[in-house]
């Protein structure tokens, strides 16, 4: 493989680009429209036969993600993609994941829902990735790629957090960015870890067999003292507060002087940034603040863009309303907070999204 | 009394090196602590004390890794051997297994152990048959006999009401990914030389990768079952051994 490569690509096809690139370990999946190209493109890749790297068809959503927690305890660098149901299916095993602090990847291109809903773009996993999913006090490391471009960075960025943190880290994408073709400058090959490597970075937990190491690894998120389970549940909260602390990302395009701002995520956010200069050219100063990361979720600089006197906050999603209430949660009363979605695999225009500004906000 | 002091010429028996000296939370006549000794005796006879990896499940066994000196990892209830799957695949050098009982294998782990099988991953399964949920308080198993009286069957399991039982086992046989499946006891001592023997073989033909190994123990629950350790052999033997007959039922190579 050449060093750095431009490629056409969809944006599921370069997610496994850039897992083979980045030196993962394995690919554990279960085919699910609309991100079925992530484990076919592995397939066709096969790079078992050139970095090493196991790639398993599994035979459902709660098996592969179960796979991904027998690997990720064992100290590699594993991975699984999924849509929307699939990845109900895995809430299970990624409270396991989270709650035995083992580094993994999950790749979450969603459709609409409820049920098993339809297989066109939507945002309504938001609550999910970033609210839990599966039982109990945990959190994801959720990323929101905006382009294809970025599909494929927050792979390695994606991995980079989840094993700084021993915490899973999911992209949260849509049908639209997986299915989508643009644009990406491939990242040089990286060579998987060494045996050598894996141990100096994960030989304090990983369960790689005890060789010479007198005290054993053991990967459990079981503990029945009630004293010591609350113990466990400080140490993993410091560890989210640190997360929100260090790893909050967004993008502000104009939000400078702006006077209303959109908040918008993934490919909601790529239609916004068309509102903007339409509002612009209109003479309504219309800002778009991006997250990156919805969790941990931008709250600071949220919170400083209503403190500055922003008159408004529109959260457009793809969904009923869900990331509103992390948008209201910043703004803190200061300035109204409006949502506007729409559902079931129906997109809005630019033109919809200023209507409903004007319409919500300014009046 | 005085120590008295073992020369290592006159002693004939010893605890397993890789069982720990933490106390277990076994029942008194629970089969869980011979399969345990036997699964250390055999890890350590075959030098793998430091390649082994062992996938405890939710149920009694589920900390398995207190007792035995290797790495271990804790599955979600049912999930072992796709946990072990990875476990294998991502680190061929290690001898990698589960140790699971009837309800979270044969019940909510079905689905994965059978693909693992049919897969022909390179683990071996220790699955311990005593026909009941012992942690969870004694409830239906699959494998629960029929007529037999458990915390959700408590007029005895009928057929019509709870459905019947099924040896998954015998399921299991007819998958080409498997290729060695035995049933074994621990009741006696020579069905422990025999359940010894089992374990071994199990290891060696994953170790040779040569697919999936399955060493179904049957096994007692006194507790459960509401019987003296000595009863419950007895009764396990007139009752369950029928059912789930010991021996054998397959051991073959990986078809080509």
Known sequence: ??????????????????????????????????????????????????????????????????MVYGGAATGKK?????????????????????????????????????GLGTIQPSQGDYFQACKGGGHGDYHLIVLAPASVQEMHDFVGLGFDLAFKYRNPAMILADGAIGQMMEKVVLAPQQPRRTQEELLAQCGKWATTGKGERKEQNICTSLELQSELMEKINERMQAKYREIEQNEARWEEIECEDADYIIVAFGSSARICSATVEMARKEGLKVGLLRPITLYPFPTKPIEALAERGVKGFLSVELNAGQMVEDVRLAVEGKAPVKHYGRMGGMMFNPQDVLDELKDKLVK | MAEVEIKAENLVYGKPRLITDEVMHYCPGCSHGTVHKLVAEVIEEMGLEGASVGVSPVGCSVFAYRYIDIDWIEAAHGRACAVATAAKRLNPQNLVFTYQGDGDLAAIGAGETIHAAARGENIVTIFINNAIYGMTGGQMSPTTLLGMKTATTPYG??????????????????????????????????????????????????????????????????????????????????????????GDIKSTTLPK
């Open chain 2, 157 to 246: 399991r009928d057929p019509q009401l709870n459905g019947f039982p099924y040896k998954i086992a015998d399921m299991m046989a007819h998958l080409d990914g498997a290729t060695y499946i035995t049933r074994q006891s621990v009741h006696t001592p020579a069905a422990v030389r025999k359940c010894k023997k089992a374990i071994r073989k199990a290891f060696e033909n994953s170790m040779a990768g040569n697919g999936y190994s399955l060493v179904e123990v049957v096994a007692t629950c006194n507790s459960g079952w509401k019987l003296s350790p000595v009863a419950a052999n007895k009764w396990m033997e007139e009752n369950m051994v029928p059912v789930y007959p010991l």
């Open chain 1, 78 to 114: 594993v991975m699984t993609s999924s849509s929307s149901p699939g990845v109900s299916l895995m809430s299970e095993g990624l409270s396991y994941i989270a709650a035995s602090e083992l580094p993994c990847l999950v790749v979450n291109c969603q459709r609409g829902g409820p």
């Open chain 1, 1 to 66: 493989m050449a060093d750095k490569e431009v490629k056409l690509m969809k944006g599921n096809e370069v997610i496994a680009h850039a897992a083979v690139r980045c030196g993962c370990d394995g690919y554990f999946g279960y085919p699910i429209t609309p991100q079925s190209e992530v484990m076919e493109t592995l397939m066709e890749l096969e790079p078992w036969k050139t970095t090493g790297m196991v790639v398993l068809q599994a035979e459902s959503e709660v098996s592969s993600i179960n």
